[in-house]
């Protein structure tokens, strides 16, 4: 009776193993909607992404902040900015005791208490490492970022020759002239591939560089000895498609890579973006309208981001969902889909689980977007200001 009471208990836990998801998420770097050719854009071709909104649900209404460091912080702790604390993006050596300070919630925090393996690779920029590393505080197992100063206050490179940070060692040398979404692409893989060995249920968040600025050629292309002659130069935008095609790229090795694994089943993908597309670039969307990129600006160009979400079996394929969402939506969204509980603390984020699961779900009714001390609220029809201005929404690319 006791053997057969410790085979129910080993099958029970095998159960509830397989009943915890994976996740991919996946976050670019500046990257609006109107570079999708899955939201109508026609400057690029990104078949690997097509592919994710075939197989999942598209979002057509998903919006950040407009800058990256505050976006990330919505994204990881539920709340927005003035209540988490970072309001500002992270650029200069003189913020460096600026930071998200680890008594904020987090999701991956949750998703670890839960059992799940968890590792962030790419770009954290939430705090500058050289300085606060809370990395591990917010709930990651593993690492590899890119660490934005060196220990001189220098600025680094991130893609040929990246300064990057592995679990607490700089490999800077141990990577020369090696191109730095490949190695951190290498370390995620390891990760899934280790995890589904051992079928723990793992969290893997890639937040890549990719497209951000420096604008250079990728290992794919045929011109490879250009380099942004220094760290905090943009490059040259001719190089910004290549970035797009490498990132779609690699989104296409890590599908393949579900699929070789026999998981993709149980793995829930999420990609996204940090903000709108950079300033200094124009895209195209399929009727021939130009439009700039908006980064950093208040407005749709510069909040309105791609979302899109594959369950298979869980999730409708190419289905649409019109509904408003905001980066701090993504905690309360993962803990209901792999049954984490909620953190203790107040959050602002609302689930969007249940319309991933074809029921209606308690859609938001407004948004809110904060860059520095501007602050918007919008809902379908207006966007009000904190400077009490009013106007009325005219989005992009709704389609």
Known sequence: ???????????????????????????????????????????????????????????????????????????????????????????????????????????????????????????????????????????????????????????????????????????????????????????????????????????????TCLPHYPWEPTPDSNERSYRAPAPGHKGDPKYFPEMVAYLDKQIGVMLKTLDDLGIADNTIVLFLADNGTDRDLINTWGDGKKIGGGKGTMTDRGTHIPLIVRWPGRIQPGSTCEDLVDLSDFLPTLCELTSAKLPEEKIHGRSFAPQLLGKPGNPREWIHIQNAGDRQLRNSDYMLDNKKQLRRVVELGKR
């Open 1 to 207: 009776m006791t053997r057969l009471f410790q085979i129910l208990v080993f099958l029970c836990c095998i159960s509830a193993v397989a009943a915890k998801p994976n996740v991919l998420l996946i976050l670019s770097d500046d990257l609006g909607i109107e570079c999708l050719s899955s939201y109508g854009g026609t400057s690029h071709k990104t078949p690997n992404i097509d592919r994710l909104a075939k197989e999942g649900m598209k979002f057509t209404r998903s919006f950040s902040n407009p800058f990256c460091s505050p976006s990330r912080g919505s994204l990881l702790t539920g709340r927005y900015p003035f209540q988490n604390g970072l309001k500002v993006v992270l650029h200069s050596k003189s913020q460096e005791n600026i930071y998200l300070h680890p008594s904020q919630p987090s999701f991956v925090r949750q998703l670890k208490e839960h059992g799940y393996a968890t590792q962030l690779v790419g770009k954290w920029h939430v705090a500058l490492e050289h300085k606060h590393n809370t990395i591990r505080e917010f709930g990651f197992d593993h690492y590899q970022t890119w660490s934005i100063f060196d220990d001189n206050g220098e600025k680094t490179t991130r893609f040929w020759n990246p300064y990057l940070l592995r679990d607490g060692r700089i490999i800077a040398d141990e990577i020369k002239h090696r191109y730095g979404p490949d190695v951190d692409l290498e370390v995620y893989l390891d990760f899934i591939k280790a995890s589904a060995k051992i079928q723990t249920p793992f969290l893997a968040y890639y937040s």
